[in-house]
């Protein structure tokens, strides 16, 4: 048995640090996910916003145009007979129509442009919860790396800390409910 070579024990501290590595990067990949798709839902509702806002401004233009070929039409001309003044008449009321028309269809432009904001927000909200996640994952990471060199049990349970933090935020994230840190606000503000 003298070719055996000798195995070397690892230290406990080197597993658990291996497990939390595991858990933090795997948890962090799944978190990466959901907050991609939180960004692209973003991005639509940012372009419907820009899409009704467009679409608010032609229609106001339009309706602008149609009122005053409307009050051109209103205008008697000289010597016109009756029936040339029921047709320039009729075509004003049509302008007119048309006019109101796009006022109303702005109205509803309008609602959807701000409903695609208030959409956007509620989801740039839950995408800051993701960020936060990832940053005090990506930070216990690193921590981890550190404390797998110095092999230092009080670096381990400062690592955790950020681990369990974005941890915490990230199933808030995935859950739905605000995760109630007011630390983490005021941090979100501050990198807003």
């Not at 048995?1 to 497990?19: F, H, R, T, Y």
């Given at each position: 048995?003298?070719?055996?070579?000798?195995?070397?024990?690892?230290?406990?501290?080197?597993?658990?640090?291996?497990?939390m590595v595991v858990f933090s990067a795997t948890f962090m990949a799944i978190a990466n996910v959901k907050d991609n798709n939180i960004v692209q839902k973003m991005q639509q509702k940012q372009v419907e916003?820009?899409?009704?806002?467009?679409?608010?401004?032609?229609?106001n233009i339009r309706a602008s145009v149609y009122e005053a070929t409307a009050d051109e039409l209103s205008v008697a001309?000289?010597?016109?007979?009756?029936?040339?003044?029921?047709?320039?008449?009729?075509?004003?009321?049509?302008?007119?129509?048309?006019?109101?028309?796009?006022?109303?269809?702005?109205?509803?432009?309008?609602?959807?442009?701000?409903?695609?904001?208030?959409?956007?927000?509620?989801?740039?909200?839950?995408?800051?919860?993701?960020?936060?996640?990832?940053?005090?994952?990506?930070?216990?990471?690193?921590?981890?790396?550190?404390?797998?060199?110095?092999?230092?049990?009080?670096?381990?349970?400062?690592?955790?800390?950020?681990?369990?933090?974005?941890?915490?935020?990230?199933?808030?994230?995935?859950?739905?409910?605000?995760?109630?840190?007011?630390?983490?606000?005021?941090?979100?503000?501050?990198?807003?």
């Open positions: 048995m003298a070719d055996e070579i000798p195995v070397k024990k690892e230290s406990s501290i080197e597993n658990w640090v291996g497990l916003h820009n899409d009704n806002w467009s679409w608010f401004q032609a229609r001309w000289p010597g016109e007979t009756a029936e040339n003044q029921k047709k320039r008449q009729d075509i004003s009321a049509k302008y007119a129509a048309m006019a109101k028309s796009q006022e109303k269809k702005m109205d509803a432009q309008k609602e959807a442009a701000e409903a695609a904001t208030t959409e956007y927000d509620a989801l740039n909200s839950e995408d800051d919860k993701f960020d936060m996640c990832d940053a005090l994952l990506a930070l216990s990471l690193a921590l981890m790396g550190i404390t797998a060199l110095t092999k230092r049990w009080v670096l381990f349970f400062v690592a955790v800390i950020p681990m369990g933090l974005g941890t915490y935020i990230g199933i808030a994230g995935f859950v739905g409910f605000h995760p109630n840190l007011p630390f983490l606000d005021y941090l979100i503000q501050l990198l807003s």
